[in-house]
Structure formats: C-alpha cells, structure tokens
C-alpha cells in the first residue's frame, strides 16, 4: 500500500508522498540556473517514493548546484539513517520551532524541481481511493520548497555522510482542496533567489513565501491505480484515465 507517515490526525497519508521527476537534468539546470551539476545523474521516474534520491537545487559554496539528495530529511543529531521515513514532508506553519527542521529553515533550504505530484481521493463507498496527477497548465517544472541536512552516523570515520531533504507542506489552494488539505509549497521564479540565499536567516520572512499557489498555476485528472504500487515508474502513470469505466486498474497496462 501507500506509505503512511504518522501526521497529527488520525488517519492522514503523507501530504505529496509521490510525484514525478521526469525532465532531463540539463534542461532543469537551465531552467533553476544551475552553475554546477552534480556527476550521478537519475533515470526519469514517473513515481518517486520517499527513500528514493531525488534531485534538489541548493547552494552550496557560493555555487547554486544540483544534485541528488535521499528523500525523507534525517536531522543531524539522529541515531540512525531510518527516522528519514518520518520526515518526507514539513509542514510550513511549524518549521521555526520543530526540532528536526529549524536549523535547516534557517540554513538549508532547497528547491525539488518536479514535473507534477500524485494525491488521493476517498471515494464514498469504496474501499480504493482514486489517484490524481497534478502538474502546471503550461508545463513548466514545479519548485517545491523544501530543506536539506547532512548527517553523520554513529562511525563518523567510516560513515559516508548522508545529505538528506524534506518538501514543505501548506494548506490546500481551491485547486486542491477537493482532493486534499495539503499541498506542496510552490515557489515561484521571483522567490528562488530569496529562499536559496544562505546568508538571509530571517524565518519571519522567509515564512510568508510559505503559502499556497495560486489555483490558476494547477491542473488535475485522474490516472490509473497503477500508481499505488511504488515498483511501477513508467510514463503510463500520469496518464489520463476514466475512472468510470469500470476497469479499477484503468485500461492501462
């Protein structure tokens, strides 16, 4: 099944827990005006899950780069690489004060480039609920605000140092709020430069880029139940599907 990240309510899944990373890394790079690209590269995948590496704009040195970062942010003083599950997604109202996350709002935030989300329904009187795929109407890449942290381990000789990143969650737009409560925190190209720039500590203002986007930058349809199984990566996934045609799986194959 889905994986399910312990969240205040009762029964909430996490908020953008998949999406999809499919634009070719130098377009990206052209597009964030990136100065340096990291040397692996990832293949295109059309169902990212946390753990996965996904790619993250940050600065670093004085150079904006990109490069892969593991998906799920463990805090520097964690015992073991695994509390990273817990911690796919932020949510902006209590990034200054949260423990795990407020030395990196200060320092370390990150763009996630990203060519469009899944997110849940619950359909009244059925058990499976249905998937949609929500992307820009024109196109563009979507920049998920998010932050990054580096940790250790417990051998700080033999331990490769792990950098790890979250995506901030805020309130649902109109856009969004049929399907959802949550969304990811969209920025737009005017407020890259502000929220990448490691020398601006200033969370009060950094906290009003934090909102929703507006309803008018989204689009949704609905896709196929193929998407539920982490395994399945393809471009079929984004598809649009006719959930009334009877066939639950979608007649996507």
Not at 84 to 99: F, P
Not at 230 to 249: H, Y
């Amino acid at each position: 099944g889905l994986p399910v990240v312990r969240a205040p309510a009762a029964n909430v899944s996490a908020m953008c827990g998949r999406f999809v990373s499919s634009s070719p890394p130098d377009q990206l790079a052209k597009y964030f005006d990136v100065e340096a690209l990291g040397e692996s590269l990832l293949d295109p995948n059309y169902n990212v899950a946390p753990t996965n590496d996904i790619y993250a704009v940050l600065e670093s040195g004085g150079v904006r780069r990109m490069e892969p970062l593991h998906w799920g942010l463990v805090p520097f003083w964690a015992k073991e690489l695994r509390i990273g599950n817990r911690m796919i997604n932020a949510r902006a109202e209590t990034l200054a004060t949260k423990n795990a996350f407020r030395s990196a709002f200060k320092k370390r935030r990150c763009l996630i480039p990203a060519d469009g989300f899944f997110e849940w329904q619950k359909i009244e009187g059925q058990k499976t609920k249905q998937p949609y795929f929500i992307h820009r109407k024109d196109g563009e890449p979507l920049a998920f605000a998010g932050l990054w942290e580096v940790w250790r381990g417990p051998d700080r000789d033999s331990d490769e140092p792990v950098t790890s990143c979250t995506i901030i969650t805020t309130a649902a737009n109109e856009t969004m709020e049929k399907i959802h409560d949550r969304m990811p925190v969209i920025l737009p190209p005017s407020a890259y430069d502000e929220w990448l720039d490691r020398e601006d500590d200033d969370v009060e203002t950094l906290g009003r880029l934090l909102v929703p986007a507006p309803a008018s930058l989204l689009t949704m349809h609905t896709v196929s139940t193929d998407v539920n199984k982490v395994q399945n990566k393809g471009p079929e996934l984004i598809e649009r599907v006719d959930p009334s045609s009877g066939d639950p799986q979608g007649s996507l194959l």
